[in-house]
């Protein structure tokens, strides 16, 4: 074996190093398996394709290319089995790095040909592969921030889902373009100016596409700033409604109450007058209202007046809530804000309780105040199926309107600098919120 040649071969097959670091970058944090496992994974494929590769084209006279090539396969397979995203977003990424890493090599091959005129081996000597793998760090040195920052933002906008069956194609074009742009021959690069125009000329294709993927990154993030003003004013809609029939609920309470002393005079005039038919006939009417008294949970009166009202419709509905809340009568938060999150809460915990049969048509409903400035709400119910949370920790769902309650909630503790954490653990959809007192 030619231990020389070998060494030529391992040196350019090593362009599956930077290759790989381009197309890890966009997605190193949406693996889905253990950095150990994955880093094991690719640290003994690499090794296997570059040094058994170098060995079976210094024997058998193949291309390093044809290597590479067939590698890619076995390559993208483990790719697409350590990542935790869709195949048109894996595939756009993977096609990056074969344009990045293509270009290398095709602006190497102009670069150093007047030192590989005479080169019989299909392969570069030393210093041309070294320089080429130098060109593909420089390359990826400059996509570092695109490859880290820009490309995952571009990758979560949920608006752009349906466009990466499109996207794909411009990096993968252009890789296939880059591909075939690559001379044949050291000889043909020297004919008249046309490898010192190439070598300024090729350089068009990474700045573009750096300029293209920032660009189109910054319109990413002005059309999702939008989408999330539009609906933070829904939200905010939403959470004054809430607010307003609470306001409402608790009207009615307070003159029930004054009403209710009025009663009392008309009964002790009754009972003093002797007139007891007329006396049943006046009591009959309040005799469900008396069955419906009102009952203290909390010292805070809006909070209160909310409860009593979910309180109500669960009963209504065969649900029981076993209500715990330690607040006094004033809360860290805005009072309007409070009824906007206990009302999404409850009203999403009494729904999903309704489906249920038996013991399981429970709510549970811990708040309390921490040092006087940490609002604690801790909300949970049982639920029956399988529940997947996206990438914000919310559920994800079908069904049309699903959900804004819980986005209207996280809205709130947002303002708030507070915490949100949903979690689903035997059966039991759990929501915990911390909401601190604004300076």
């Not at 381009?22 to 640290?43: A, E, N, Q």
């Not at 009403?259 to 006939?281: P, S």
């Not at 986005?407 to 911390?434: A, C, P, Q, W």
């Amino acid at each position: 074996m030619n231990t020389s040649l070998t060494l030529r071969y391992l040196i350019e097959l090593c362009m599956i190093l930077p290759a790989a670091v381009i197309s890890i970058m966009p997605v190193y944090y949406s693996r889905k398996v253990r950095k150990s496992l994955m880093f094991g994974l690719l640290g003994i494929m690499l090794t296997a394709v570059i040094a058994g590769g170098a060995v079976l084209c210094a024997m058998f006279g193949l291309r390093s290319n044809t290597v590479a090539f067939l590698s890619m396969i076995a390559f993208f397979l483990a790719y697409h089995f350590c990542f935790d995203v869709s195949l048109p977003k894996k595939l756009f990424c993977f096609a990056n790095a074969t344009m990045l890493c293509g270009f290398a090599t095709t602006y190497t091959t102009f670069m150093t040909a007047p030192a590989e005129i005479g080169n019989t081996d299909d392969v570069f000597k030393v210093s041309s592969g070294l320089i080429c793998l130098g060109t593909a760090l420089f390359v990826c040195l400059i996509f570092a921030r695109t490859l880290l920052v820009k490309i995952p933002d571009l990758l979560e906008t949920e608006s752009l889902d349906s466009a990466w069956n499109v996207l794909i194609f411009a990096p993968l074009l252009t890789a296939l373009a880059v591909i075939w742009m690559k001379p044949v021959s050291a000889e043909n690069v020297m004919t008249g100016r046309l490898r010192q125009i190439c070598l300024v000329v090729l350089w068009a294709i990474p700045l573009i596409a750096l300029f293209l993927y920032h660009i189109f990154w910054w319109l990413s993030k002005k059309m999702t700033e939008t989408a999330q003003l539009h609906q933070s004013y829904d939200l905010l809609q939403m959470e004054e409604k809430q607010y307003q029939k609470t306001l409402r609920y608790l009207h009615e309470t307070s003159n029930a109450r004054h009403d209710f002393r009025q009663h009392i005079h008309v009964i002790e005039e009754y009972l003093q007058a002797g007139e007891y038919d007329k006396l049943k006939e006046y009591i009959a009417p309040l005799s469900e209202s008396v069955n419906r008294s009102h009952k203290v949970i909390c010292k805070n009166q809006a909070l209160d007046a909310i409860a009593n009202h979910y309180d109500e419709a669960a009963r209504s509905q065969g649900v029981t809530i076993y209500w715990n809340i330690q607040v006094g009568e004033t809360l860290p938060i805005k009072e309007s804000d409070m009824c906007a999150v206990m009302g999404n809460l409850i009203e999403n915990a009494v729904k999903a309780a309704t489906s249920l049969t038996g013991d399981d048509r429970l709510v549970n409903v811990r708040v309390g105040i921490l040092q006087e400035e940490t609002l604690v709400i801790a909300i949970d119910n049982p639920y029956r199926g399988t529940l997947t949370l996206d990438k914000n920790g919310l559920p994800v769902t079908n069904r049309p309107n699903h959900g804004i309650g819980l986005r209207s909630v996280r809205n709130i503790v947002d303002r708030y600098k507070g915490s949100m954490e949903i979690e689903t653990h035997n059966g039991i959809f759990n929501v915990s919120i911390l909401m601190y007192k604004p300076e």
